[in-house]
DNA sequence: ATGTGTGAAGAGCTTCACAGCC
DNA sequence: GGCTGTGAAGCTCTTCACACAT
């Protein structure tokens, strides 16, 4: 067995796929890590690194075929055929989600959306009909469904997640800031922002603490902070 | 100057408070590193390490005293008094946040809001009138704000943000996939849906997998991965 | 010359394990 | 007995530095 993968490496896999769909659209074919490393802000060497993991996919001197890197980082993540979301909840951030833009660009397509609001339910947003949530279980269950987003209140969240739970949903990405409690085969992550506001917070008012430390030579004491 | 403190540990600060928020409506006086461990989903040692950074909190054979606990989080994450929020691009998301109850109780104020469209200036949501983003530096140099968040579409959001830094701002929460591009002295976070679903997606489609490592007694190969 | 792939060193974070206090 | 605080060990991730390929 090769050597693990750091959870890190998957997480800088979007991010590239990202930058190089740009670079095709600029008409470049051929690129460095160090421009690329230059383009997401990171290190060459940790950009090779991530890459080895999955293959040698450059050419020493040369450096990474553009749309190639592109196409195999998306299959490494599995993003074709489009990644199928279920989307419960359709307040203002559910409505967001539904009229954003590049979902299918980026590889996945909301194809079930569900409230629990009447007036809602029957309405068709960017061509997907919102659904009574009653009939959530058997709706997932007939659709293939490999993503839900959770965009309830809060206080409707953990049940929703255990319905999901049950019905064999295996990934969610929830905007309620949680300790959703659910079994180690499902995969959970939450959105939770004023955890990422509090920390924002925390180090910029320290920031002039850090500039006189770096006028006195020490190393920074905080990694930059970019999800 | 003492070791230094994980970026991880602030990650988590704002956490435990939310939990010891919690604790204290349901009226527990006192808890011990492993019950807050439970709750949060974490390893008790890690608690103890992170609370230590900062001080002696604790007594011993005894535990931690939940309000002072959460007292002293909130002032060292620099909660009191709130933090000035001014929010920029009142759409879906920028509504939510606008209806999001729960802010001020967890240190933060929305107290400025911007938009460029007509029909949106002027109106009042939850306190707060939304201004004309033209007048965005004059209006953010007379509050003091401690953070901005931007949730504009994507291909307003470099400008903006380059406006924020020129103003001096010195902390942006972006909805915007970014690569921001700011100098060192501005914290920048931004909120990467695409990413995390791509990550969930990677590891969820993986489960099987290792299922079956753990079955054959290898260690887990990924974190649990929660923000 | 240019730029990859990678073992080894380094940095950062977590967990262990236990002394010390209640 | 119960629980904290913490050095040391362990683990994970990043960076260095250089052999090797074009």
Redesign the pocket.
Known sequence: MKT??????IGRLFPYFRALMCLIKEGKDT????ELADLCN?????I??D??YFG?????????NVSNLMNTIRNILGLIPLKRVALIGVGNIGNALLLYPNFELEGFKIVLAFDNQSTKIGRKINGVTIEDVSYLEKRLKSHKIHLCILAVPESAAPVIAHRLAKTGVKAILSFSPCQLAMPDNIKVTCVDLSTEMARLVYYSSREIFSEIRSLQGK??R??KVSI
């Open positions: 693990s993968i750091p959870n890190e490496t690129i460095s890590s160090y990171l290190n060459p060497a940790i090779r690194k890459f080895s040698d996919f450059g050419k020493r001197g040369v450096g990474y190393t920074e905080h990694k």
